[in-house]
């Protein structure tokens, strides 16, 4: 990464706004993503018992999360993400163990009493806050979890079978059927709400605004949004009055994501780049840099807005990046790209120590097993977000601020990717470790001829040569 400037290695945060914190506002933040239960665990607690494969409680709560923010502010992250607050399935054990999770709902007006009580999350929101971060809460209103086809509807919100669509399986292949068919199998079912109703509109309206407004929410994530009528959302996320970014889970598919942003949800999870940038850069793989620039090329002419987009490299859904690449260099390039480039950066919990789960249930492991070590890769993640941090605030009064300043693609080759946005110019490479010195990538800069760049990582100076170009070895 380069600048024509050099920059100040200052501790730069963004004030929090007592007002709902909009799209805009998004724009400049950094997300950490946690699953609440596997963060932290209580003073004396014994770090050894939590087994990911037994996918049952490991302890942690809303208050082992607000003792132990240092380690997510100290990485520079301006935003938290936590698993959802709603109560969870309160009865037997399910042959995919318990909700420690978060997304298996029974009673949406009730918290979940694992992670804590009322006055445990308003505790933490208050500290966040305190910390000049935002708090984004996962919300899930596509189902509740149920263990058969014909459960007692008494136990959820909307307490009547008239509320929800009639049982069949989902083909994926049919958009029809992913918005009114049941997700999960017979030995979780998920009873999927018919959110074309008045009285779920209604009613999930009126609890989402009480649950923002109660706990000084800042952002919602939505699981599971295509599963759910699009005229659903404009209403619910009206209600709340925060952003609003849903999971369209796919693949390379940029028109199937981006129809669900601008008119139906303010942002959705990238999913087409996370693909692309795993083709891209994991090691083995194609190290496919089409991948990365068709799905840029795409993303501008189909996203109503790119500067909102969710980046990010792992989730509690997909294996982790070390699981599937045997070269940490890969994952460094790949969070640059990330950071650097249009979009919110994301973090999920973990990814700071390497962790190598690959698949749920296996990449839901206990942090605490690290001891929250500073290792390399937390390291790099405040440098980049120390940067990242930075351009946003020197950049947020001038005409056309680095947030929102289009990615441009000034090079690429069969070893990476040059690209820039705003001053800074990025230049990423899959060659992994060790450097190589017989490959090069030469950049055609905007900058003139013996212009001194600074490598804001290194704090070396890289001088551009004649007919505009930067060369550089492909380490």
Known sequence: MFTPLLWSLLATFLFYDAQAASAAQWRGRSIYQVIVDRYALPSGSDLTLCDPSEQTWCGGTWNTLRENLDHIQNAGFTAVWISPVQQNWQGKRTPYGDPYHGYWIQDSTQLNERFGTADDLMALSEEIHRRDMYLMVDVVVNDVM???????????????????HSYCPVDYSNT?????????????????LDTTNPTVISGYSSWISELVSTYRIDGLRIDAAKHVDPAFWPAFCGAADVFCIGEVFGGLDVEDCAEWQGDVLDSVLNYPMYTALTQAFQIPGP??????????????????????????LENQDLPRWAAGSVDVQTLYNAMTFNFMSDGIPICYYGQE???????????????????????????????????RNYLVNSTANISTPWTTAETQVLTTSQYGIAFMKGDVITILTNIGSPPQNNTHIAVQTPYERNTALTNVLTCEQWVVGSQALLKCNTL
């Open 146 to 164: 149920a263990l058969s086809t014909d459960p007692d509807y008494s136990i959820y919100m909307f307490k009547d079978s008239s509320y929800y």
């Open 176 to 192: 029809t059927s992913e918005q009114i068919c049941w997700l999960g199998d017979f030995n979780v079912t998920l009873p999927d």
């Open 287 to 312: 190290l496919n840099i089409s991948a990365l620039t068709d799905t840029l090329s795409q993303s501008k002419q189909l996203y109503k807005d790119t500067t909102v987009l969710g980046n990010f």
């Open 353 to 387: 120590m390497g962790f190598r789960g690959a698949g749920d249930p296996l990449n839901r492991e206990p942090l605490w097993t690290s001891n929250y070590t500073i290792t390399p890769t937390y390291q790099f993640i405040q440098q980049l977000n120390q940067f």
